[in-house]
Nanobody
Framework: QVLLVQSGGGLVQAGTSLTLSCTPS????????MGWFRQGSGQERIFLASITWIVGYTTYADLVKGRFAISRDRAKNTLYLQMNNLKPEDTGVYYC?????????????????WGQGTQVTVSS
């Protein structure tokens, strides 16, 4: 079974930056797109950003546009999320995911592989 191994979470102060990474444990041949989602305590898992694996086309949720940047390094088989100017409301568990289908990037139900999640806590 494919695992998505995440790293880079932690406790940071508001206004600072943090980078998350995500690497599949093995090659995913039908990898159309990869994305990042966040789930706050007692909240639904929401879409943050996605990137098509081959072309690198990006999509962002309005709430992170201009502050977060998604990227991938195909040679390292790794997905990244650079988060700048972090706010306390960015606190939550961050998940990376892989979508093999051509469905909407913002729809979490279109993603078929998920990382284990990494906690990000932003203090004010």
């Amino acid at each position: 079974q494919v695992l998505l191994v995440q790293s880079g979470g932690g406790l940071v102060q508001a206004g600072t930056s943090l980078t998350l990474s995500c690497t599949p444990s093995e090659e995913i041949y039908e990898r159309n797109e990869m994305g990042w989602f966040r789930q706050g305590s007692g909240q639904e898992r929401i879409f943050l950003a996605s990137i098509t694996w081959i072309v690198g086309y990006t999509t962002y949720a309005d709430l992170v546009k201009g502050r977060f940047a998604i990227s991938r390094d195909r040679a390292k088989n790794t997905l990244y999320l650079q988060m700048n100017n972090l706010k306390p409301e960015d606190t939550g568990v961050y998940y990376c995911a892989v979508k093999s289908s051509g469905g909407a990037a913002t729809d979490r139900n279109q993603y078929n592989y998920w990382g284990q999640g990494t906690q990000v806590t932003v203090s004010s």
